[in-house]
């Protein structure tokens, strides 16, 4: 379970420039559920997921995680955290330039000591469910977008995280690779994963597999 009460993020503040991101947010997520966040561009979808998964914190209000208030936690607590508990997928890959495919997947996963021939065996399964094997030694940049997309879902899922936070996943995906990546959330849920998605696209917010979908506008949730 994941609890945010009264959640507010403001950028800039006391500046002329300040900006509301988040007003006075109260939601729970639901375990070994797919949530989506639905909303127009500028609605605040994914500064709640940042919240969501530790990586910024709310200026004002609470996040509860399995019950746990992780609001004030010292970064290094958080940074234990993000490593063990979630993976991330970004709308944009994020991937290092100038190391190969296999080596950017892997990465995570170094802190936690895992042994190379391991992790290997385990991203190279990753890549190859996602038709990409063939360019795990290739360097990032000799990616398409949509490649280097794939290979940003199987670096989150690396460390077999509980929590799955997913940016816009299907922005850089056609829909052929758009429904593989549905399939594969399914089988998360199958797993007992909870997944929480931004998502534009009716392919991911429609999907039958969803439990439910929280609808923001202007840094509020509607309904």
């Known amino acids: 379970m994941i609890e945010l009460v009264n959640v507010k993020k403001v950028f800039n503040a006391g500046n002329p420039s300040e900006f509301s991101a988040l007003n006075s947010v109260n939601l729970r997520i639901a375990e070994n559920q797919v949530t989506v966040l639905k909303g127009p561009s500028g609605s605040g979808k994914t500064t709640l997921l940042s919240i969501v998964g530790c ?15 992780i609001t004030s936690l010292p ?18 890959p994020n991937l290092i330039k100038g190391i190969s495919v296999l080596d950017n997947v892997m990465l995570p996963a170094y802190p936690l000591g895992e042994k190379r021939s391991h992790l290997k065996i385990k991203a190279m399964n990753g890549l190859s ?9 290739s360097k990032v940049e000799w990616l398409s977008g949509g490649e280097a997309q794939r290979a940003s879902i199987v670096r989150a899922l690396i460390n077999d995280p509980h929590i799955i936070i997913a940016d816009e996943p299907t922005a850089h995906l056609d829909t052929k690779l758009s429904y593989r990546f549905m399939e594969i959330i399914e089988k998360f849920k199958a797993e007992g994963k ?12 429609e999907s039958s597999m969803v439990d439910r979908v929280v609808n923001l506008r202007d840094g509020q949730i509607e309904g």
């Open 129 to 137: 469910e996602l038709n990409i094997a063939n360019k795990a030694a």
């Open 75 to 92: 970064e290094r607590f958080l940074t234990d955290i993000r490593r063990k508990t979630f993976g991330f997928i970004f709308q944009q």
């Open 55 to 69: 990586m910024s914190r709310p200026s004002a209000g609470r996040v509860k995680l399995q019950g746990r208030e």
């Open 194 to 205: 909870t997944v929480i998605i931004t998502s534009h696209d009716p392919l991911v917010y």
